[in-house]
């Protein structure tokens, strides 16, 4: 019931907002035709863009590259850029290639053509859009990975022992080493690959002075710098209080505030930062964070545990009770960022953030039900006779103050207590405590002559033993071992569940938000900018007469479109052939083939009679006559959308 109110409530609608920037116009327009050059180009978005160093490239027919004036933003519109032109550019088609960093940090890149007096054969090729270094791509995806497992497990552990007080904290250390190394490695390494992501270059610029400049000056570069700081300071923090045998409250509050403090870095950096509601969805993205660690970097915190079989019940109690109001958290806040990321139900579907969203809904609906299989092992370790229990939770009242959230039932059920009740309760208790259905359990195994706390025990005379340092512990039973080892295979599964929601979460916040994708997809109609469609195909009629045929439907939409096609050879240079016949059928619907009714414009192929009347994947044929008696025919799939 939970799952399915939360996808019913991320689904409810909402207004326009984006989260990458989308290209709103451009000036001359895609696809144009102009008299004169133009003195300058200029870009349009739908939020505020930051600009690269190559953050345009202009390149003439003959693919080669047309200098330009610097880039630089309209005075005082952050959304809007240009680039000055010579003078004189000539004549026929040219192609523009932009790049430019979005609000939320991302960049956004594409491509578009206009015309000087005339259209024109072009050996340049509009890019796909996906223009972006693949290896750095990845190297970029990893380091923001160990950036979320190292915060997880560092925020997590750390709350782990401050929240729910395990007695002994030592084994706990390797996991805030771990999760503090691992934060500030990926940071540095994130602060030096910022340049080359941003440019779409290989990892081999990372120490390039200008684009560490330029990180340093930008608000990702910022973010990443103040993550080190608070990951300084939560160093100093964590030493002091690590000799403290509980944390003080000024430690506590500070521990707080410098959590926060790391969370923000991501907030202040990721899609929250852009948008509609921004303090709003900033807020929520922290809260969604630090909860996010309060309960997956907690998960190893006691499994650690678990394996030294050293953790009292009430450990495991107030874990789960934290992790419950974690959860909450998660959900409320999950809502919020889904309903401000998608925007509406067929987003869901239909887009690749909406599709990431469902396997990640899926993941945490899996981790739920691991940990309620866990809850469930603890509470049948906890069930224990009433009287023994109200025994147990006499002789605890009086020795030790029972802890904030933790009373009546549920300090009476501790699996720790339960076994000391089993022998401090008297010959009766015992025998009650033996019967069927009743068997006690000790998580931690500890000996009854120590508290969990490491507390003395009265002696039989009333006086005061001496605490000893090094609790005995009594052997486990085997129904004491089997529930430990179940509740240790439940948490084990959940790190693992844990691990692939963190990867999910990563993959997420760097794809388009399916709000956005709808916006960009309106400025573009709104301001009527055809997305062209450039196929390549390739042919080899034999005896060395081969090459490609590239070409270009403009828009590639339903309806109307005009085609160019030309032809190179093996060498790159452009090849005058006898025909080209280009025609269209769509499969599905028992369409076509359509002639597209190619002429020859000297030096290139065109027809601007091509009507396609429907969506769908055609196949697109190509027959290339290369003399009077050979050709040969190649077939391509083409996507018009509407």
Same mark, same amino acid.
């Given at each position: ?170 084994? @706990?250390? !390797?996991? *805030? %080493?771990?999760?503090?190394? &691992?934060?500030?490695? $990926? #940071? +540095?390494?994130?602060? =030096?690959? /910022? ?103 907690? @998960?190893? !915190?006691? *499994? %650690?545990?678990?394996?030294? &079989?050293?953790?009292? $019940? #009430? +450990?495991?109690?107030? =874990?789960? /009770? ?56 603890v509470r049948r370790g906890t069930a224990v006779p009433a009287t023994t229990a109200q025994a147990a939770e006499a002789r605890e ?246």
């Amino acid at each position: 019931m939970l799952l399915g109110t939360v996808l019913v409530l991320l689904l409810l609608g909402g207004g326009p907002a984006s989260a990458h920037a989308a290209l709103r116009g451009t000036d001359p327009a895609d696809g144009s035709v102009v008299k004169t050059s133009p003195r300058a180009i200029t870009l349009t978005f739908t939020e505020s863009v930051g600009l690269l160093d190559d953050s345009f490239r202009v390149l003439d027919p003959d693919n080669q590259r047309v200098r330009t004036g610097k880039a630089a933003h309209a005075e005082g519109r952050a959304d809007t850029v240009s680039v000055a032109l010579p003078e004189k550019l000539g004549t026929g088609t040219f192609t523009v290639a932009w790049r430019v960093v979005s609000e939320d940090s991302h960049p956004v890149s594409g491509a578009f053509t206009f015309s000087v007096g005339e259209p024109s054969a072009t050996r340049a090729v509009l890019p796909s859009g996906a223009d972006d270094n693949p290896v750095t791509d990845g190297l970029y995806n990893i380091g923001r990975d160990l950036a979320y497992i190292g915060a997880a497990l560092l925020i997590g552990a750390a709350a782990f022992v401050a929240l729910c007080r395990p007695p002994d904290r030592r084994p @706990l250390r !390797a996991l *805030l %080493l771990g999760g503090g190394w &691992a934060l500030a490695g $990926s #940071t +540095v390494f994130l602060f =030096f690959l /910022r340049g080359p992501y941003e440019a779409g270059t290989g990892p081999a610029g990372m120490f390039d002075p200008s684009g560490l400049t330029r990180t340093l000056s930008s608000r990702p570069g910022l973010a990443l710098l103040a993550r080190l700081v608070l990951l300084a300071a939560a160093a100093v923090l964590l030493l002091r209080q690590s000799r403290r045998e509980t944390p003080s409250r000024a430690g506590l509050a500070t521990g707080a505030a410098l959590a926060v403090g790391l969370a923000l870095t991501w907030a202040g950096a990721e899609h929250a930062s852009a948008g509609i509601q921004v303090p709003a969805a900033m807020t929520s993205s922290v809260l969604h964070l630090l909860a996010m660690a309060v309960w997956m970097g907690g @998960l190893p !915190a006691l *499994l %650690l545990l678990l394996h030294r &079989a050293s953790v009292p $019940s #009430t +450990v495991v109690i107030r =874990f789960s /009770r934290l992790a419950g109001a974690s959860v909450a958290v998660l959900v409320a806040t999950g809502v919020y960022q889904s309903w401000r990321g998608l925007g509406s139900w067929s987003a869901l579907t239909d887009t690749t953030y909406g599709r990431l969203l469902l396997a990640k809904l899926a993941a945490v609906a899996v981790l739920l039900a691991a940990g309620a299989l866990s809850r469930r092992t603890v509470r049948r370790g906890t069930a224990v006779p009433a009287t023994t229990a109200q025994a147990a939770e006499a002789r605890e009242e009086s020795r030790v103050p029972e802890p904030a959230g933790v009373s009546g039932a549920a300090a009476s059920s501790a699996l720790v207590v339960s076994a000391r009740a089993s022998v401090q309760a008297g010959a009766s208790e015992a025998s009650e405590a033996s019967a069927p259905g009743a068997d006690p359990v000790s998580v931690s195994g500890e000996d009854v002559s120590a508290t969990s706390e490491g507390g003395p025990h009265p002696a039989e005379g009333g006086e005061s033993a001496p605490a000893d340092p090094t609790p005995r512990r009594r052997p486990l039973s085997p129904a004491e071992d089997t529930r430990r080892r179940a509740l240790r295979r439940s948490v084990l599964f959940e790190v693992a569940v844990s691990v692939v929601v963190l990867l999910l979460t990563t993959i997420l916040t760097g794809t388009l938000p399916g709000r956005a994708a709808a916006e960009a997809a309106a400025a573009e109609q709104s301001a009527g900018l055809p997305v062209a469609s450039v196929t390549i195909i390739p042919f080899d009629a034999g005896l060395g007469m081969r090459g490609t045929v590239q070409v270009t439907l403009d828009p590639g939409r339903v309806g109307d479109n005009n085609v160019q096609a030309v032809v190179y050879g093996p060498d790159g240079g452009f090849v005058s052939i006898p025909e080209l016949r280009l025609s269209f059928t769509l499969p599905s619907q028992d369409i076509g083939p359509l002639d597209a009714k190619l002429t020859d414009r000297g030096g290139y192929w065109a027809s601007d009679g091509l009507s396609l009347p429907i969506p769908g994947t055609w196949e697109m044929k190509a027959t290339v006559r290369v003399t009077d008696t050979d050709q040969v025919s190649e077939t391509k799939p083409v996507e018009i959308v509407r």
